[in-house]
């Protein structure tokens, strides 16, 4: 899967966002081993010490694991899993309601969009 | 701290009236890739060639790992120079085994090796060769070594976009944990991702030398913005 950098933002935290798309969509699945350092590095095109640095900081919220002799994992901790998954739909929510609500439009009105735009996304 | 593996101290180079590297000053840590960026003329060159003993400072000094450059300096430090040394008659093979006869630390077997996966055949002589195919061959030596410092003047400046990733991938996989490399390049956008820290050479002295990360955060720009900025004409 290719990695998209934005230019503005650093690379670290771009890394820490893309791991947590994958363990939310669960391209890396809780207990996963995690490639190398190096070929993680090589697989994003970036430095092998922005890569160890974003994923040190993985390790820090828990969602990566590291065993010694074997490597790196990703957690099997459903719930923290869960609650990663909660906390990033409520960011990317986030802007856009905000985007909504400056425009005037309701709760009731909001869902009511939301429903029939699934319906017609359905069809 | 770690011990700066290179340091200028109050560095200058003049070339008759013209201050090529002014009284700069720097200690660079080990284990890192570092951009050397800055516009044609701010001393990026010369500054490798001092590292390497090829020039000599008119005031201050270069130490490597504490010393000043010698023949054993040498031995540690693998350098893509701007322009090619090479002779355009040698065959590819004869390339390979002069490096090998040359450097004690010139891994033949590494360097057959990426050269058979760009397809490149050892029997041809390096003048039938593209300019790109020229360059890479060259970064495949240098790259072949395992030296402390690598220094690459320039090392994607002749070559197509995928060449570049070529040249980027053999950089990063080839790269170990504790050496220490500097490339110098105009080509800022393709490369700023690969480095840990980045030098801004203005007139030979330092315009700013921080992460790639930290000037993301502080001016909330890429390298390649800031340089554009900075370096407007």
């Known amino acids: 899967m290719p990695w998209n950098f934005d230019n503005s933002i650093p690379i670290y935290l771009q890394i820490i966002q893309e791991m947590k798309r994958r363990i939310i969509r669960k391209e890396l699945t809780p207990g996963e081993r995690l490639a190398s350092v190096r070929d993680l590095a090589k697989e994003a095109g970036v430095n092998p010490n922005t890569m160890q640095k974003a994923l040190s900081e993985l390790e820090v919220e828990g969602l990566l694991e590291t065993e010694r002799t074997t490597g790196r994992f990703v957690t099997s901790d459903q719930k923290l899993i869960a609650s990663l998954r909660e906390a990033y739909l409520k960011e990317r929510l986030q802007p856009f309601l905000s985007e909504l609500q400056s425009l005037g439009l309701s709760e009731e009105e909001l869902m009511t969009l939301i429903r029939s735009q699934y319906k017609e996304a359905e069809k | ?233």
């Open chain 2, 1 to 233: 701290m770690t011990q700066s593996i290179i340091e200028f101290q109050n560095l200058s180079k003049t070339f008759g009236k013209t201050k090529a590297v002014d009284n700069l000053s720097l200690s660079i840590a080990p284990g890192k890739i570092i951009g050397l960026l800055g516009p044609n003329g701010s001393g990026k060159s010369t500054l490798f060639k001092l590292i390497n003993g090829l020039l000599e400072p008119t005031k201050g000094q270069v130490l490597i790992e504490g010393q000043a450059p010698s023949m054993e300096s040498k031995k540690i430090i693998s350098y893509l120079p701007e322009r090619t040394y090479l002779n355009d008659w040698m065959k590819i093979r004869d390339i390979l085994n002069f490096f090998h006869d040359f450097y004690e630390d010139f891994d033949l077997v590494k360097a057959q090796e990426m050269l058979r996966v760009l397809g490149l055949d050892e029997r041809h002589p390096l003048k039938t060769l593209s300019k790109g195919n020229k360059e890479k061959v060259q970064l495949i030596l240098v790259m072949s070594r395992k030296a402390k410092i690598y220094l690459l003047d320039e090392p994607i400046g002749g070559v197509d976009p995928a060449a570049r990733d070529f040249i980027l991938e053999t950089i990063l996989s080839n790269y170990q944990e504790d050496a220490t490399m500097i490339i110098s390049t105009h080509l800022i956008s393709d490369i700023e991702k690969v480095f840990d820290e980045v030098i801004l050479l203005q007139n030979g002295s330092v315009y700013d030398y921080d992460s790639v990360d930290s000037i993301r955060e502080k001016t909330g720009k890429s390298v390649d913005e800031l340089f554009r900025e900075v370096f407007k004409c």
